[in-house]
Nanobody, 122 residues
């Protein structure tokens, strides 16, 4: 499964960004997708995941109420809508896929995108 992230960039605090994760796999609807981020000098952090059927959605604690994950299986795409961005959200954001059940643990994912850089200025 090849994953390609897009939509990163530089924004000011309080603004929004929409990250997309596009998959090449025709059976993408069987895969759960997670978003993770890694800031310079920090460990990779769980952001959110959405299950293969879109029923289960889990958000990381620091993102609740600001980030929304969704998917369009007809377009093989998962979206991370990020609102009210803060400077501490600055990181490289990665999408990852695993077959069937989702997980908040990076080690459980088999396929990873190349990352999209998000920079939030104060």
């Amino acid at each position: 499964v090849q994953l390609i992230e897009s939509g990163g960039g530089l924004v000011e605090a309080g603004e929004s960004l929409r990250l997309s994760c596009a998959a090449s796999e025709p059976t993408f609807s069987s895969y759960s997708v997670g978003w993770f981020r890694q800031a310079p000098g920090k460990e990779r952090e769980f952001v959110a995941y959405i299950s293969w059927n879109g029923v289960d959605i889990v958000d990381g604690d620091s993102m609740k109420g600001r980030f929304t994950i969704s998917r369009d299986n007809d377009k093989n795409t998962v979206i991370l809508q990020m609102n009210s961005l803060k400077p501490e959200d600055t990181a490289v954001y990665y999408c990852a896929a695993k077959y069937y059940k989702g997980s908040p643990w990076a080690a459980d994912y088999d396929y990873w995108g190349q990352g999209a850089r998000v920079t939030v200025s104060s």
